[in-house]
């Protein structure tokens, strides 16, 4: 089937039960996928099944690792569906409680058990599974608060609710030779899953058989930015579709008070997740991020770091397939530094084409298809664009900050890529890993001459490292008393300032030949010939 077929299907509607991907309200969204997301370790290379698949978006991700994977629902609608639109699962229109499960190393089966008119008969048709199985169900106690076991559930598509203590004995008396074990969905965002019970989570998971539970790494993210809108979406969708725990540091970079209001309250509103800095002045990308992560550096409980732009939409598996790269990539000895993934907007090798797209629910089938294609790729490379880098804790300690001498931005992430390859680390891009990218967003909004402060930064980074050509850079031995830079780091400037192309510039230490020129004529032009006397006698007298 080809790309333009997936995205021109007609979806199946939202009900209000039945998750659908970008249809659903996104906390639906979010707790489902998260359950997905979480046990994406235990599909590789596996026989799996998703008894009640529904619209099939979730056996389909588990398809592209596993050794087979197939869907079984009772809904021909939801099934045909599911057969027009994925490709890595198989879909059977089936009786879930009649389904035999003898085949299967992996069982899944979320939100379904309460929707039965014998639950019972459900979890004894699982027991012809010999592998592991992986039961949800959402907690009575958040989901019909007041209710009795025999009470009939507000959600009218329920017909009985357990509180995760009933769940666990109900689950506990069909399987009473095998390990099982209970996790529990958080109610808060992003619905993190926790080990054991938890009375007032949202949703209650059974583990039954299995081994060791995934283990995701804890990812800190600097985002410096003048956008509210743009940050929440970002941190709503990175969070969304990452089944680990993140912390964002915010870092308002000069905003307007209305966007720092908007800052401030998405703080308030995920005050466990995001933590916001403050900036009275735009201290430029680098600065930005550099004082983000000196915050989350200072926690010092982050497994892997990360810098980001405001305005970028991952694709679902993006930030899973970066971490699972990093993790292997340490684990095989080749000592990660920077790891990023693919975008369409962004310069280099990291620009990919996976088709037009207009919407966030064509971009994510576009996405999708993308990943089936390239998954569990890593390439390595010379540079990671400063879009989003995941950066490994050991780089940071030994390679420090951005430099802060290149402004507002640009090549401040080629100085850093540099300065990695100096250290001895490597860097790999992760073909599979889909990043949305508006692109230049902060500059249009900042009205800055944006092909002026490339050239501008070109300069200074060939400045810096003795060179003359862009090529020359990647070729330079390794220089140790230039790798390091801390980040708390000032630019080290003249203080003799212009504005110039919409920003303000060091004229000795950061414009460009040209727009150093360009600023000595607009001055004579202004003082008239006085002034170019005044010049004549002061160049004389240097």
């Known amino acids: 089937m080809s790309a333009a077929t997936a995205i021109s299907r007609s979806p199946l509607a939202w009900t209000g039960e039945r998750m659908i991907p970008c249809q659903s309200d996104i906390a639906t969204e979010m707790f489902h996928w998260q359950r997905y997301l979480y046990f994406r370790p235990w599909y590789e290379g596996r026989k799996v099944i998703d008894a009640a698949s529904g619209e099939g978006y979730g056996i389909a991700y588990a398809g592209i690792f596993a050794k087979s994977a197939t869907g079984v629902d009772a809904s021909g609608e939801a099934v045909a569906h599911a057969r027009a639109t994925y490709q890595t699962a198989e879909f059977n229109i089936a009786d879930v409680v009649k389904f035999d499960y003898s085949q299967a190393e992996l069982v899944l089966s979320f939100e379904t058990i309460e929707h039965l008119e014998d639950p019972r008969a459900f979890l004894s048709a699982l027991k012809t599974c010999k592998g592991t199985i992986v039961i949800s169900t959402p907690n009575r106690k958040t989901h019909s608060p007041g209710n009795r076991l025999e009470d009939k559930p507000l959600n009218p598509f329920h017909t009985v609710e357990w509180t995760p203590s009933e769940f666990a004995d109900l689950v506990l008396a069909h399987f009473p030779t095998r390990e099982v074990r209970f996790l529990s969905q958080e109610a808060r965002w992003p619905g993190l899953i926790r080990e054991g019970i938890d009375d007032n989570a949202m949703y209650c998971i059974a583990v039954i058989g299995g081994d060791e539970l995934p283990k995701w790494p804890r990812v800190g993210i600097s985002i410096p930015t003048m956008s509210a809108g743009r940050t929440r979406d970002a941190v709503l969708s990175i969070s ?24 401030r309250d998405l703080a308030k509103d995920l005050p466990h997740m995001v933590h916001l800095i403050e900036e009275a002045e735009n201290l430029g990308y ?81 996405a999708r298809l993308w990943n089936e294609s390239n ?130 510039v060091d004229l000795v230490d950061q414009a460009s030949d040209l727009e150093f020129a360009a600023w000595i004529v607009r001055e004579i032009s202004q003082a008239g010939r006085d002034g170019r006397l005044k010049l004549l006698q002061a160049l004389k007298a240097a």
């Open 240 to 263: 969304r579709y990452y089944p680990g725990e993140i912390e964002f540091a915010i870092v308002a970079n000069g905003c307007a008070q209305t966007e720092l209001t908007g800052l």
């Open 286 to 366: 680098a600065r930005g991020a550099n004082r983000g992560l000196e915050y989350l550096a200072q926690e010092a409980w982050f497994d892997y770091f990360a810098v980001s732009n405001d305005d970028v939409y991952p694709s679902v598996d993006f930030l899973p397939q970066l971490v699972a790269a990093a993790d292997e990539l340490c684990e095989l000895g080749h000592r990660p530094g920077l790891i990023g993934g693919v975008s369409n907007e962004v310069n280099g090798a990291q620009k990919v084409d996976i088709g037009h797209y207009s919407t966030i629910a064509e971009m994510q089938s576009r």
């Open 375 to 504: 998954h569990s790729c890593a390439n390595q490379t010379r540079q990671i664009r400063g879009l989003f880098a995941l950066i490994n804790p050991d780089c940071l300690n030994e390679v420090g900050g951005f430099d802060p001498r290149f402004g507002k931005g640009n090549f401040e992430d080629d100085d850093y890529n540099l300065r990695c390859h100096q250290a001895g680390f490597s860097i790999w891009q992760v073909q599979g890993a889909f990043l949305h990218h508006t692109g230049s967003a902060t500059f249009r909004e900042l009205a800055v001459d944006y092909e002026s402060c490339v050239q501008r930064n070109l300069n200074l980074i060939l400045q810096k490292w003795g060179v003359h050509e862009f090529a020359d850079l990647w070729e330079l031995p390794a220089e140790s008393n230039q790798v390091y830079i801390p980040l708390t780091a000032k630019p080290e400037l003249s203080g003799i300032e212009a504005r110039i192309n919409g920003e303000t």
